[in-house]
């Protein structure tokens, strides 16, 4: 081998070996590039997570005051109720403070301030899809002009979803149906929420009845309610839910249902006192409890938090029997 082809060898060893240096040190720099972006991507995401918590708890204890306040609001008015002659429950041209929550919220200061979205619903507006007898369901499912095929099997496949056993009715649905369709299985206990009512089979589409519907535990408020729910309940004739409607606008609407016989048809009365025990069970004069929601945000955040408060009356005390809070 000559000296010319030794150094020849030696030159194409160490270009080759400048190579392998240069991909070596390219790929140092790619992974080091990489390795930076993830970090600033893990810093920014940390930021932006801190940034969220924060802006979640201001929005948290913004909505607490909002809810505080209109607590104060209501049991002044409450108190200011009491202390009234007319304040008597069902005395005729009174409507009781109880009953009007949520007009003295939207006109209290807790309900108009920057910063405050606070809102009150009664219960008893609607039908306890949980608690319904299956008459009153089939009533409900009746107001869409469904076959009374198609309500015997929506009603079946309703009870069935809510009830504990996993036997079906002869027109349900148990976990065996929604198996072989690739669907979620029935709950076998009470509904959470309406939106759960879509995973029923044939209420896929249930919109019809979300006014109609609820999943809190209430009896029928007959201060409250409308007109096409008070018309659902058994022996309650559309002339009599309308006579309801008619003297509620006058001031207390009494707990008995008899008395209304004065007002109604002899058809009408039969029929109320027919079921009066039933109906006696099922309604009352003023809603049993109300919603209390208030929401709030961070100024110049999306992050939106709103919390609800269940509300008993304690004798003049807005008594707090569930609380929820959730990202809105």
């Known amino acids: ?78 108190v200011a109720d009491a202390s009234t002659t007319a304040g008597a429950l069902g005395q005729r041209g009174h409507v009781s403070t109880w009953n009007r929550l949520d007009d003295v919220v939207a006109s209290s200061g807790p309900g108009r301030a920057p910063g405050c979205d606070v809102t009150a619903r009664p219960l008893g507006d609607a039908v306890d899809v949980n608690t319904g007898e299956e008459p009153v369901l089939r009533a409900v499912l009746g107001t869409v002009h469904f076959t009374p095929a198609r309500v015997d099997s929506l009603a079946a496949a309703l009870l069935d979803w809510r009830d504990k056993d996993d036997e079906p009715r002869p027109a349900g649905a148990e976990s065996a149906w929604y198996r072989d369709h690739g669907r979620s299985p029935p709950r076998n206990g009470p509904l959470a929420s309406l939106a759960e009512l879509r995973l029923v089979r044939g209420f896929e589409a249930s919109e019809a009845f979300d006014s109609l519907l609820s999943v809190e535990p209430a009896r029928i408020a ?61 309604v009352t004069s003023e809603p049993d409890a109300w919603l209390l929601e208030a929401r709030a945000s961070d100024e110049g955040s999306p992050v939106r938090v709103g919390i609800e408060l269940k509300l008993v009356r304690s004798g003049n005390r807005p008594a707090v029997v569930r609380r929820r809070v959730r990202w809105l």
């Not at 920014?44 to 609001?73: F, I, K």
């Not at 018309?231 to 001031?251: F, Q």
């Not at 007002?263 to 027919?274: N, W």
Request: aromatic fraction near 4%; proline fraction near 2%.
């Open 1 to 78: 081998m000559t000296i010319a082809s030794t150094g020849l060898s030696r030159g194409r060893y160490q270009a080759r070996r400048g190579g392998f240096a240069l991909i070596a040190v390219l790929w140092v720099t790619v992974m080091v590039a990489a390795l930076g972006a993830s970090v600033s991507l893990v810093a920014r995401r940390s930021v932006r997570t801190a940034r969220n918590r924060r802006s979640y708890a201001r929005a948290l204890w913004t909505a607490e005051g909002c809810l505080e306040r209109a607590r104060a609001t209501i049991r002044a008015a409450l």
């Open 222 to 282: 007959l201060s409250r309610a409308p007109v096409r729910v008070l018309a659902l309940l058994p022996g309650m004739t559309p002339e009599a839910a309308t006579v309801i409607s008619e003297r509620r606008k006058g001031g207390g609407l009494g707990e008995d249902l008899l008395a209304l016989g004065g007002e109604l048809s002899r058809a009408a009365r039969d029929s109320i006192a027919a079921h009066y025990s039933e109906l006696s069970a099922m």
